[in-house]
Structure formats: C-alpha cells, structure tokens
C-alpha cells in the first residue's frame, strides 16, 4: 500500500513483519509526516543535525509495545543542510540485510520493513538508483535529541521531554524522585547490553556519533558497519572514520563518552546546583567500566561454554585473544571450531601456548557446569553465519542490478545464525 501511495516500485519487502508491524493500525487521515531535530556530537565535534534525509510517518502500537515508522532516502527536508535528502538503492538494501541480521544474532536493533526504488537517479560518486528504506525502531530518540532540548531549545522545554522519553521507554521510573539520574542509569544498563552484544558477534557500527545512538538502546543508523573477520581488536571499516575513533575494541569506550554527553544534557534536572549535579552523574558513570568488563567477560566465557566465571577465566579469555592476534584466526570460525572440536589451524596447533591454552580451557569448561550446559551456551552465543562483507557487497552488486536472488539466499541463511544442526559453513 504504502509503496502504491508512494508511486514507486517496491523490490522487497518484508511480508510477515509488516503484517505483524501493521495489523490493526493506521495511520490518522491527515497526519503529516515529520522530520526530526537533534543535535549531535560527530567524531567528536558538536554540531546541530536533525533528519536530514529521513520523516517519521508516525507511531504504531503492537500487542501494547509503541514502535515509530520511518521513511529514510525520503528527500530533503528543513535539516538537510547541502545534501540532497535521498539514499541509494544499495545502501539502504544494505541497512535492510544488516540490521536483520542483527535482528536475528539476538542483538538490539531498528528493523527493516521495506525498501522500494523511487526510480529516481541518486548523484553520488557515479549515479545510482534511489531507494526508500521503512525502519522501524521503538523510537527514533537519540542521546543527539537530548543534546537539543538542553542547547538549542528554551530552558524549560528539557523537563517535560525527559518526562515523555521516560513515559514512553522507561515508565516505571516517573514516580522516582531522581528520574533524571535513573534514567541515565538505565539508558546506560541497555548501552552496555547493546555493547556487549556487539563484541560478541564481532560487529563494528562504525559511526558511534552522538546522535545515533539510541535512547531505547537499539543499533540505529547503519552506515559503513561491518563484522570482523579475522580478530584484531584496533579493526576499522569505515573509510571516513579516519583516527580508528570507533575501532572494534574502541567501542565501550565511547558508548561511555556519549553517555556522558547525555549526563550533561540532563545536568539541570539532576540539580539546581551544577556542581552538585556533576557529582551525582560522575558516581553513575564512574561505574561503567567496571560494569562493562563483568559482563564481557561473563559474555565472552559463555562463548567458551563456561556457565559461572571465576577470577582467573578473565585470565582464559585475555590469553585467548592475544593467541588469535598472532595467529591471524577468525572470531566468528574459532568459537565454531571450538565448539565442535575440529581445529584444524596448524600454525595453532603447532604452538605451545595454544596446546596448553586448550587443556586450561578444557579444565575450565568442565569445571563449571555440566558438559550440556556448557555446550548449550556455546551453540546460544556463538553464530555460525555473520553477514560476510564479501558476499555482502556480492550480492548487494548483484541486486542493484536487478538480480535479488543472491541477496535473498543471503538474507535466509542470515536469519538462522546459530543453526548448529547443520554442517557448519566455515567460509572466512
Ligand atoms: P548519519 O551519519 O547517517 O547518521 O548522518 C548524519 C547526518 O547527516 C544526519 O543528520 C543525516 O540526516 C544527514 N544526512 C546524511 N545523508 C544525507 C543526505 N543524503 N541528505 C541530507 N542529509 C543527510
Ligand atoms: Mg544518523
């Protein structure tokens, strides 16, 4: 319908998601699309943003749950700035294959409902098709759209819209006197949660800016993000992402900085006096790290099948990584092959310190818990497909140029990452 509506021809679509999305809702006769306003930090700089190249058609509720329905590629809006509000066929069938793909590892995400070519030439490099992407997201409100309501919007309008964010996300915590501070202290449980997935499945957002950055906690605004392939902790997809700012092992770090961007939007509202409002919010944020590294190494030990970490499996896990750095070894295949006990890597098996890493692991693995339990968790947080950029770009080539047979095989076996009932296809 939509596409109808939109005049354009729809490619794909995700039938029983919008199906499950859409049923019983639609949107009010004389509605009118918006674009957003947010602010954001960008690398580092701040600047004043907004939805350049995106509306909001408006909001959906789904067995209770409030979900915003997005156009992105859309056109310009007041926000655009010098760019021309559109998106290409192929990048936003890429936003599309990814974010499912997250969707599917069991990690936080916006989804994709559809993308429909406009049928319109996109000017980029070369010029390319056009396309629309419908996202869908529990909401579409950023750290970027705090730092608007605190410095480009009147003084007053910061208090009522912290109190829709926390309505419409966090509702149980309207009734608590300090809602700023456990809202800050909740937008970081789930930031930490998304964190701590992504390490997981090896993937690298690439563009960890302010304003996209979810308050809801989930991956938003897929642009040069990609998943590792051999494990090296400083990899980098993003050709604009030039200081290796959101490197793979860099991403904690700055999910911490932006929280604290987003402690300081809230400032007025923890206190009337500033200095005691810093205090406050550095007691939550000094606990970051120590929270994140509890529940990476909890993370990475299920990896390992190992159910109740004790001190010394931090030791496991930092002795692991260092070996598949020097031996070039792929994140995704390693925890595979450990799982079903065929390595084969010969310059691993031919090293000392890998032989005797394995029986500490063994030890380890038997240790805690039984043998199923361990195996279990293993099969849970160890996918055996990814999204591989090869055959990523592979078949976003090969659909842009009508053929979209490649990038639906694809997209199948993306959404049954962790079928370790079948042979295992260990493609690097
Ligand atoms: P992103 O890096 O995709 O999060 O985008 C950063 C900012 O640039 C956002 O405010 C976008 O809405 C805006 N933007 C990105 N691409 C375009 C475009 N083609 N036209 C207008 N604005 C854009
Ligand atoms: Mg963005």
Request: hydrophobic share 40%; aromatic share 8%.
């Amino acid at each position: 319908q939509l596409a109808n509506d939109l005049g354009v021809k729809e490619i794909f679509s995700n039938q029983s998601f919008i199906k499950n999305a859409l049923s019983g809702n639609e949107i009010p006769k004389g509605a009118q699309p918006i674009a957003q306003a947010y602010a954001g930090h960008q690398f580092g700089q701040f600047t004043m943003l907004g939805d350049g190249r995106a509306i909001l058609l408006g909001e959906h509720v789904v067995d209770g749950k409030r979900f915003d329905i997005q156009l992105k590629g859309s056109g310009q809006t007041k926000f655009s700035r010098r760019g021309d509000g559109r998106a290409t066929l192929s990048s936003m069938l890429r936003e599309y294959l990814m974010s499912e793909a997250l969707y599917h590892l069991g990690v936080p995400t916006t989804r994709s409902l559809a993308v429909v070519k406009t049928g319109n030439p996109v000017h980029r490099e070369e010029i390319q098709d056009g396309a629309v992407l419908t996202r869908v997201a529990q909401s579409h409100i950023r750290v970027g759209t705090f730092e608007y309501a605190r410095f480009f919007s009147p003084p007053e309008q910061l208090r009522p819209f912290t109190e829709y964010v926390i309505k419409r996300h966090y509702p149980a915590l309207l009734d608590h006197e300090d809602y700023a501070l456990e809202l800050l202290k909740v937008v970081m449980d789930r930031q930490i949660d998304l964190l701590v997935h992504w390490m997981r499945v090896g993937f690298i957002h690439g563009v960890m800016n302010t304003d996209n950055m979810s308050i809801a906690g989930e991956t938003i605004d897929y642009g040069p993000c990609a998943f590792m392939n051999t494990y090296h902790p400083n990899t980098v997809f993003s050709s604009i992402d030039r200081q290796a700012r959101y490197a793979y092992s860099n991403q904690p770090r700055i999910a911490h900085w932006n929280l604290s961007v987003l402690a300081n939007a809230l400032l007025p509202l923890v206190d009337d006096d500033n200095e005691v409002a810093v205090t406050k919010v550095k007691v939550i944020l000094n606990t970051f790290s120590e929270e994140f590294s509890k529940r990476y190494i909890s993370m990475m030990c299920h990896k390992l099948g190992i159910a109740n970490e004790e001190q010394e499996d931090k030791i496991l896990v930092d002795n692991m990584l260092t070996i598949l750095i020097e031996h070039k070894i792929d994140y995704t295949n390693f925890f595979v092959s450990l799982r079903k006990q065929t390595i084969t890597d010969k310059s691993l098996l031919s090293d000392q310190r890998f032989t005797q890493w394995y029986k500490a692991w063994q030890i380890a693995h038997e240790r805690a818990g039984d043998q199923k339990t361990g195996v279990e968790l293993m099969d849970k947080n160890n996918p055996i497909v990814i999204p591989r950029n090869h055959l990523v770009e592979q078949a976003l080539e090969k659909a842009v140029s009508g053929n979209l047979k490649e990038f639906e095989i694809l997209l199948k076996n993306l959404s049954e990452p962790y079928a370790h009932q079948n042979e295992p296809q260990l493609v690097p």
